[in-house]
Structure formats: C-alpha cells, structure tokens
C-alpha cells in the first residue's frame, strides 16, 4: 500500500497572483512520489521550500483543512485523502508537529491520560485500549514518564509523548515535520532514537528535517524541496554527496564536506562519508598513506 503522491499542484488560498508572472503561485508543482512500506523517507529543503505542505497533503488536512487549489491526488493505503475525512485516516497515518506545545491537549493531567486520549476517542474496549498506551509509551521510551505531568517535561519528552499519543492509535504510517526543530542536542537525540527504533520495527516514516548529520544514516531515501519541486531525489549517499545540494539551500553533512574540501586539494580519494564513522575510517587510510592525491 504505501503512499502515491500523482501529479500533486497545490496552492493556498491566500496565495496572492504576481504580475506578470505565475510564478510563486503553487506551494507545491507537480510531485510525484511513491513511498513504500516501511520506507524512512527524509525531505529536505530550505524554509519555504514546501516541506509542511508535502506533509500536511499526506493526512488530508490538505484540502480538508487547508483548502485552497489541489491538482493531482494523494493515496494513502488505497485512500484518497481527499475524498476520506482526517478523522477516518488517523487509523492509517499520524502527523507530529514541529511544536509539542501544539499537539498536546492541556486536558491529560498525566502523560498516560495523554497517550490515552486517541484509543478513547476511537470507542476501543478498556483492555485494548491499556494495551496500546502501554506499548506506545515503551515505544516512544517514556515508560517511566507515565505518571509525570505533560507540561513539566523537557522539551525532547514532550515530543515523544506527542509520538506515544501517535503511536496508541496504530496507524501504519506516521509523517513528522520538523520534530526536533525547537530541541536541545539531548532532546533531539531522543527523538532520533525512537524514530530509529520505530523504522526498524517495520513502520513507514516520513521526516521533514533541517538536521542532515542526524538523518544521514538513518534515511532509506532523501528528497530535497525547492519552490515546491522536487529537485533531487535517492538513496542518501547520491543525493547528500550532490555538488547540486548546496544550492538548493541544504548544507551536507559535515564530515561530507569535510572530505569534499581535502578532495579539492587532491587529498581525499573515494566516496564521501556521511558519518563521523565513515570519516575517520577515510582519514586513517590517508594518514597510513593508502590514499594518495
């Protein structure tokens, strides 16, 4: 099943008509896109770039929502978003937003009455419904969290208490914008490691991400934005070892552009590393003399 994204065109209702020209329009022109199951698809891109739109197409609150100029169509498990209600597809996907803030409900004293928030709404039977919250706050490693209050946790834990609340509602896809946008180094590893953990536990993922040295080695595929196009779009070590990536307004990692620098100067021989591993692997062999420029 998966996700197919056809010929999508989107533009937002306040989007204002340039004189002269179209251009600037379309939040979004033309993306064609298949995502399979249990994929981890990153997508990259400068602010404005159409990252959120691209997201907020996949659960339907484009057009739901966010009405506006749709062309194309979004399938998601055979569903096309835009004539099945969001409510009908959070069984099928979820969404966390780069702000926690926005996605916690200030009802749930605890974090556990948060995560059970989706199950009761969906009308599950108490049992089934203890069981997710359970597994969902092992999932997202907050188990010993289930007792704390929401709004007096760190930042990285409370966007895994939005992941939990996600998770207690089994869809088979989740989508994350940006979710360690307003995170410290440790709270953005947390979140890091539960979206490791979830992929190699067979679930679909799509993260937008500013952050290219944490999704280096995580990413199936990278898809990187400009002006609403898909610009380039592969497995990570072709698309983030592009010389096209910088500019399209997204930075290598930076041990890959470490080794660009020293393949300049005729120093660095073979593919570029995408992580601090790989490099130093790389450097040793340059300082026993296997590579010579």
């Known amino acids: 099943m998966g996700i197919q994204i056809k010929d999508v065109s989107y533009r937002y209702p306040t989007a204002e008509v340039r004189e002269g020209s179209t251009r600037g329009l379309w939040a979004l022109s ?156 440790v709270g953005t590893d947390e979140v890091f490691e539960v979206i490791d953990r979830l992929h190699r536990e067979g679930m679909t993922i799509i993260l937008a991400e500013h952050k290219v040295d944490a999704i280096a080695g995580l990413a199936d595929r990278v898809v990187v934005l400009k002006d609403g196009r898909i610009e380039l779009m592969g497995k990570p070590k072709d698309v983030l070892t592009n010389p096209a990536l910088a500019s399209l307004g997204v930075l290598p990692p930076r041990c890959t552009e470490l080794a660009i620098r020293l393949a300049k100067e005729n120093i660095w021989v073979g593919d570029y590393p995408l992580s601090i591993k790989e490099a130093k692997l790389g450097l040793m062999e340059i300082l026993n003399g296997n590579h010579t420029g």
């Open 30 to 185: 033309h993306i064609d896109l298949d995502i399979e199951d249990g994929e981890l698809v990153v997508i990259l891109g400068r602010n404005g770039s159409g990252k959120s739109t691209l997201c907020m197409l996949m659960n339907g609150l484009i057009p739901h929502f966010f009405k506006g100029q749709l062309k194309g169509a979004v399938i998601v498990n055979n569903k096309n978003t835009a004539e099945v209600e969001v409510a009908d597809m959070v069984k099928d996907i979820g969404v966390v937003f780069q702000n926690p803030f926005d996605q916690l409900t200030g009802a749930a004293n605890t974090v556990f009455d948060e995560v059970a928030i989706g199950p009761e709404n969906l009308g599950l039977s108490r049992e089934e419904s203890l069981e997710r919250i359970k597994r969902a706050l092992d999932e997202a490693g907050i188990t010993e969290l289930a007792d704390r209050a929401p709004y007096q946790l760190s930042g990285g834990q409370q966007q895994r208490v939005a992941v939990a609340s996600i998770l207690a509602m089994r869809p088979s896809i989740m989508v994350m914008d940006e979710p360690t946008s307003q995170l410290d180094p």
